[in-house]
């Protein structure tokens, strides 16, 4: 055993956020910033005695070193059991789905999820807990507090494990289990999805398209799409995890998946596209020539689930974080089911899973998941569209379009300003929260303010009361404009603005999203000042 005692905290003011420790690789490679971090976790948590901990990431530049690092603290610490993924590779979801069926006292997820990888890129930390979600923020502000006061880092002076096989292997006193990264995760989707269909689906000659943008989602998806369900190899692709993601940014939208997109819009398109993000817990799904918003993929999902095995008794509720579109809330009251607005960051579904309170939840941020895990999970959202495009018989874009037919579009989009000042961004805010009492009531630009306020949420299941979520503007005609800081950036602000309008004419469906939004973006620069605040002319980019 090594004692190691180190000078200062690298920590200071440096908050994790709320999907645990992100920085630059340059950070990470600093001496002992890692262990720090570790150590501060560890110090936190109850005893590891008899315990197991699942530890894994999605391979991006860094990973390997950071998995040996925490396998030797991890030894020293004194847990019983340590299931690493074989390379030290885990799919956040399926982090979430080992914790869960192993029964493990948590798992740490090393990723920095869709943010770009290499040794110019970004790698986190984060530390899930028993029921397989991201720890709460309680436990995140103790790690925090901790890391500034840390001054020695227990760890074994052991050589490096070889991760490449699978085997069983002794740290002083600890069993490190190198596991099949996608085998837990394969029974779980195993569970939920009629299997035989989808193998049947495939069988007809159906097409898929499914772009791993050379995260971590390639060998998941190898293995169950191409393996298990019978989808002609070449299905998968960009399915080698790449430490630098190939230089792609695996973020899985139509600005970052534009290859996908090209394919999807192709007189021979596959009849569904799909992709997912560095660490596997997004998606994005796209039909012949159509892309599908992730809020009515939700909706979708939720309007269809009684076709699914894993979902035949019914959906206890559903639940969306706040700037997601209304769809699901339609959905949601023809089935009779209550609906939850959240704030943003998967963490708050946790409790309403927890409870039973709800079945499935999403993000317009191309998050969708349930209760099955307490991570979003990209292709468990992939697998679902198949299940249901096998038993319906119908396409990606007949289910959308059914959906608007029954309940209106909600026509929306997403429009970021990345990269501007902490302080401009801040101040926009500012002036914005402060005009909030008299906005009720006030005409601008033709547009009539209904309401507006700061989104505030009081969790049902335990209470705590989250403020400042983001700043809501309702319309006439049930448009919605939303304001919110990005909280997961590694450099600068990022200002977010989300646009919403609920079309129930047939005949507006088609029209290009921008153009039905364009009176909301003009009222949102007149509330908001938002050239003046971020200097720039146009956002850097729109969902
Ligand atoms: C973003 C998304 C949010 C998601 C989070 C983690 O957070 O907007 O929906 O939960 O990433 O994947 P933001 O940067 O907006 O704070
Ligand atoms: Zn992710």
Known sequence: ????????????????????????????????????????????????????????????????????????????????????????????????????????????????????????????????????????????????????????????????????????????????????????????????????????????????????????????????????????AGTVVNGTPLEDFGGLHPDPNPVNAVDLIRCMQAADAPDMGAASDGDADRNMIVGRGFVVSPSDSLAVLAAHATLVPGYRAGLSGVARSMPTSTAIDRVAQKLGIPCFETPTGWKFFGNLLDAGKVTLCGEESYGTGSSHIREKDGLWAVLFWLNLLAVSGKSVEGLVRELWREHGRCVYSRHDYEGISGDRAENLMRELRAQLPSMPGASLLGQRIVAADDFAYADPVDGSLSVAQGVRLELQDRARIVFRLSGTGTSGATLRIYLERHETDLHRHDLPVQQVLAPLVALAERVARVRHWTGMAEPSVMT
Not at 49 to 78: F, K, P
């Open 1 to 232: 055993m090594r004692l190691v005692t180190i000078p200062t905290s690298p920590f200071e003011g440096q908050r994790p956020g709320t999907s645990g420790l992100r920085k630059k690789v340059t950070v990470f490679q600093q001496p002992f910033y890692l262990e720090n971090f570790v150590q501060a976790l560890f110090d936190v948590l109850p005893s590891a005695h008899g315990q197991t901990l699942v530890v894994g990431g999605d391979g991006r530049y860094h990973n390997r070193i950071a998995v040996q690092v925490i396998l030797r603290m991890a030894a020293a610490r004194g847990y019983a059991r340590i299931l690493v993924g074989r390379g030290g590779i885990l799919s956040t979801p399926a982090v979430s789905a080992i914790i869960r069926r192993r029964r493990a006292m948590g798992g740490i997820v090393l990723s920095a999820s869709h943010n770009p990888g290499g040794p110019e890129g970004d790698f986190g930390i984060k530390y899930n807990i028993a029921n397989g979600g991201p720890a709460p923020e309680k436990i995140t502000e103790a790690i925090y507090a901790r890391t500034l006061e840390v001054r020695e880092i227990h760890m074994l002076d052991s050589a490096d494990l070889p991760l490449d096989e699978l085997g069983s292997h002794r740290l002083h006193f600890t069993t490190i289990e190198v596991v099949d990264p996608v085998a837990d995760y394969a029974e779980v989707m195993r569970s939920l999805f009629d299997f035989e269909a989808i193998r049947a689906l495939f069988a007809r000659g159906f097409r898929l398209r499914f772009d791993a943008m050379s995260a971590v989602a390639g060998p998941y998806a190898h293995s169950l799409l191409e393996h298990e369900l019978g989808a002609p």
